[in-house]
Structures are given as structure tokens and as C-alpha cells.
């Protein structure tokens, strides 16, 4: 019954920005904090970002902070990611990821010139 549904991916060429979107059903999404994970081509899943359940709270990976912001809104049930000045190692398939340990299926997104 949990469904998280990633968009937003795409091709894109270093420096350029994307948006992701993933949304939430199934569960109460404002009482759950929700993190951004994503895996590069060949390599294992990388923490990117987390927010807490109200949205007041945030944390990066030193590898995005300063280009990535993360956010909600609760009352849409839905998780952003906004991705700026991206670079060739941004490649690979970002997840969803609950805080209760539910993943969605991914977007892919690519940085290449």
C-alpha cells in the first residue's frame, strides 16, 4: 500500500539543474522523516539528503551541500529535491526512501556533456 512514485530525471549537461518530485501515499507522510538516496552507475547506494517531518530540519552529504536543497510539502504529500550546477558524478538513480525503510523505484538522471 506504500507508494513512492520518483520524477523529474532526466538528461541534463554539467552545470544545469533538475528538480525531482516523489510522491507519498499509504502512509502519513508529515509524520515521517524522508531522506533522498541515489546510486551511481557500478557503485552502491550513496545517502544524499534528509529532511524531518515538519520540513524545519535539513541535512546534506558534504558531496551536494551548497548545490542541492531538499523540501516537502506535507499538505501535497509530495518530496523535492532541487539539484543545481550539477556534475558528471550527480549521474545515477535517486530514491525516495521513508523513514520506516520504504523506497520507490527511482528516476534516473544524467550529467554529461
Known amino acids: 500500500e506504500v507508494q513512492l512514485v520518483e520524477s523529474g530525471g532526466g538528461s541534463v549537461q554539467p552545470g544545469g539543474s533538475l528538480r525531482l518530485s516523489c510522491a507519498a501515499s499509504?502512509?502519513?507522510?508529515?509524520?515521517?522523516?524522508m531522506t533522498w538516496v541515489r546510486q551511481a552507475p557500478g557503485k552502491g547506494p550513496e545517502w544524499v539528503s534528509r529532511?524531518?517531518?515538519?520540513?524545519?530540519?535539513?541535512w546534506y552529504a558534504d558531496s551536494v551541500k551548497g548545490r542541492f536543497t531538499i523540501s516537502r510539502d506535507n499538505a501535497k504529500n509530495t518530496l523535492y529535491l532541487q539539484m543545481n550546477s550539477l556534475k558528471p558524478e550527480d549521474t545515477g538513480v535517486y530514491y525516495c526512501v521513508s523513514g520506516f525503510g520504504s523506497w520507490g523505484q527511482g528516476t534516473q538522471v544524467t550529467v554529461s556533456s
Open positions: 529532511i524531518n517531518s515538519g520540513g524545519g530540519s535539513t
Open positions: 499509504g502512509f502519513t507522510f508529515g509524520s515521517n522523516d
